[in-house]
């Protein structure tokens, strides 16, 4: 069993959602200067206006089309698939993602199949097939928790693999999100896993070409909570 302790993490990790009559499409993975409306591990949805000063950069990485944009000055508009920039300059960059299958809601999820969270069985009741839900691009997932979450990470299609990690408060980035990277947690390129946290669930492969490290967030995205 590895408990994180509180002071032991200090860099990026992503579950709490933006108060927002839309689902979330992006997710600030980087701030420089002081930007009052935009907080490092930020989900943001389309129409969202952030204004950036002079000096002031973010690094936007969106969940549906893995287009990773770096914005200095400006207004940013929050659009479906990229930024619309006035006033200052942007940068894009397609990463490895799995488009859009991190963005959905519980209620589009269960009716898509593209993401469903499967409560664990009860004592006798047989196991579903362990098939993988959506694919992860880097060897360390971010990981959407709560403080006080006993998570465990465990190989499904080859046996002996297990990580069980206790997450502390100061363990979360924004209150909300774990990085293995920080944890020195790496998985096996091309695995599937299964993630667990309480009475949730989620299956997911690990890329063949998945790299080691801090990479895009979009990339390595693992929500294990459902939106409420």
Not at 12 to 23: R, W, Y
Not at 167 to 187: R, Y
Not at 201 to 211: G, M, N, P, R, Y
Request: contains cysteine; neutral net charge; aromatic residues 4%.
């Amino acid at each position: 069993m590895m408990t994180i302790p509180t002071s032991s993490i200090v860099g990026a990790g992503v579950l709490v959602l933006v108060a927002s009559t839309q689902a979330p499409v992006a997710i600030i993975e980087e701030v420089t200067g002081h930007p009052a409306e935009a907080q490092f591990m930020d989900y943001v949805a389309p129409g969202q206006v952030i204004h950036l000063g002079p000096k002031d950069g973010i690094v936007l990485g969106y969940l549906t089309s893995c287009w990773r944009e770096t914005i200095t000055g400006g207004t940013v508009t929050v659009g479906n698939e990229q930024s619309e920039v006035s006033g200052g300059t942007v940068t894009r960059a397609k990463v490895a993602c799995d488009g859009g299958k991190m963005t959905l809601n519980a209620e589009t999820a269960s009716k898509s199949g593209a993401m469903v969270f499967r409560a664990v069985p009860h004592p006798g009741q047989q196991r579903t097939a362990a098939r993988p839900q959506f694919t992860l691009y880097g060897l360390s997932p971010v990981i959407e928790a709560r403080s006080g979450d006993a998570i465990v990470i465990e190989r499904v299609d080859v046996p002996g693999e297990r990580h069980e990690i206790t997450v502390g408060n100061s363990a979360l980035t924004n209150g909300a999100f774990l990085d293995l990277a920080k944890t020195n947690i790496v998985l096996v390129a091309g695995g599937t896993y299964r993630a667990k946290a309480g009475t949730r669930e989620v299956v997911f492969l690990i890329d063949l070409d998945a790299k080691p490290g801090a990479g895009p967030i979009a990339g390595r995205l693992l929500r294990l909570r459902p939106a409420s």
